[in-house]
């Protein structure tokens, strides 16, 4: 079975500043990596995904993530944040082939934006 | 693409009561998923369908819940005698196949008193 540490559950940071927020994962078998966010009451959006190829992944509303396979890990990154990226940040993993539960979540990290 | 539907956003009900939540997936999706969420945790599995076949189901979907998928295209999630501890918010997905990612509704949230 995979799991996922988010390792802080808080991330508070001044708007326009950088932000990083870390991921952990464990897995016996390859993994694809996701990020999603989530805005007060409302689903999950995709982010960004790791599947092959670069290890470094761009996604949408100028974040991005480095897949490290030695530290098994995916931390999402923004150069200069906005007050409104403030919500709840998940990395999820699935297992390569398809596995029948689709996606592990963390526990999700709260980006909290300070003007 | 009118992305993943869900319905009802908010249902409040009193403990013992059925509740029934509705999802429709994209529409070219065949894989639909049913993920529950409690307050400060992320998502967890629930359900899966491939089509109209349910494949996996978790150990947290007790003998009170249910899920279908008659015709492979919307789903229900049923839960019989609620119980406090089934309030949550119900996270429907949908996803196009192996490398696709899950595409999600925006959630039914369920208060049980």
């Known amino acids: 079975a995979q799991s996922v540490t988010q390792l802080d559950s808080q991330v508070p940071v001044f708007e326009e500043a950088p932000v990083e927020l870390r991921c952990n994962y464990s897995s016996s078998v390859s993994v694809y990596l996701f990020w999603y966010v989530q805005y007060p009451n409302q689903g999950l959006q995709l982010l960004l995904k790791y599947l092959s190829g670069s290890t470094l992944v761009k996604g949408i509303n100028g974040f991005e993530a480095e897949f490290n396979k030695s530290q098994t890990s995916f931390h999402l990154r923004k150069p200069s944040v906005h007050i409104s990226d403030t919500a709840e940040y998940f990395c999820?993993?699935?297992?390569?082939?398809?596995?029948?539960?689709?996606?592990?979540f963390g526990k999700g990290t709260h980006l909290i934006i300070q003007p | 693409d009118t992305g993943v539907s869900q319905n009802p956003r908010h249902k409040i009900t009193k403990r013992g009561q059925n509740v029934t939540f509705r999802c429709d997936p994209i529409?070219?999706?065949?894989?639909l998923y049913w993920y529950r969420q409690t307050l400060g945790q992320g998502p967890e599995f629930l359900t899966y369908?491939?089509?109209?076949?349910?494949?996996?189901k978790s150990r947290l979907l007790s003998d009170r819940f249910s899920a279908e998928r008659p015709k492979g295209s919307f789903s229900t999630l049923e839960i019989q005698r609620t119980e406090q501890g089934d309030s949550a918010m119900y996270l429907c997905?949908?996803?196009?196949?192996?490398?696709?990612?899950?595409?999600f509704g925006n959630g039914t949230r369920l208060t049980v008193t």
């Open positions: 529409s070219e999706h065949n894989r």
């Open positions: 999820a993993v699935s297992v390569k082939g398809g596995g029948a539960d689709g996606l592990t």
């Open positions: 369908f491939q089509n109209e076949a349910q494949l996996e």
């Open positions: 997905a949908s996803s196009g196949g192996n490398n696709s990612p899950l595409h």
